[in-house]
C-alpha cells in the first residue's frame, strides 16, 4: 500500500476539510425571480453533486493511503473524538451519544496499528466529563 507523507496528509485533509464546508452551505438561491417563474437550476444540482464525487473520490484516495474517517455514528470516545460543545441530555439518547460532526476526523494505519492522525470534532449530549477541542494533527 502506497503511504503519504506529513505534508501530502495535510493537504488531504484541507481539501477534505473545504469539501464538507462547501457540502454544509445551503445551495444558492437563484433570487425570487427565477423561482416566480419556476426555473430550476440544473447547475446547482449539478455543483453540488461535483462537489460530492470530488469528496468521495478523495476519501478513496485518502483510503488507499491507509488514511480513514473517524466514525462519528455512535457514542464519544475520548481517544477519538475531541467534544467541542455539549448538548442537553434527548429522550433516547445516552449520554455521551454524538450529536453532531463538526469536522472530520481521521486514523492513519500503520501496518496492523492504527493511530489518530486528527480527533474529529463533535456536539455530545450531556455526560462527558471535559470539553476542548482534542486535536493530534501531525
Do not use: C, K
Not at 33 to 48: C, T, Y
Not at 57 to 82: K, N, S
Not at 106 to 120: C, Q
Request: no cysteine; glycine share 12%.
Amino acid at each position: 500500500a502506497a503511504t503519504a507523507g506529513p505534508e501530502e496528509r495535510e493537504i488531504l485533509l484541507e481539501l477534505i476539510d473545504a469539501l464538507d464546508r462547501a457540502l454544509d452551505r445551503p445551495t444558492p438561491s437563484l433570487g425570487w425571480w427565477a423561482r416566480l417563474l419556476g426555473r430550476e437550476s440544473q447547475s446547482d444540482a449539478g455543483l453540488r453533486r461535483g462537489i460530492e464525487v470530488a469528496r468521495a473520490r478523495t476519501l478513496a484516495r485518502m483510503h488507499h493511503l491507509g488514511i480513514e474517517p473517524i466514525d462519528t455514528t455512535g457514542t464519544f470516545d475520548a481517544d477519538l473524538h475531541g467534544a467541542i460543545e455539549r448538548l442537553a441530555a434527548m429522550p433516547g439518547r445516552p449520554d455521551g451519544a454524538i450529536a453532531r460532526t463538526h469536522r472530520t476526523g481521521f486514523v492513519v494505519r500503520d501496518g496492523a496499528t492504527r493511530r489518530v492522525l486528527r480527533s474529529a470534532q463533535v456536539s455530545v449530549y450531556s455526560g462527558i466529563p471535559t470539553i476542548g477541542g482534542n486535536s493530534n494533527e501531525g
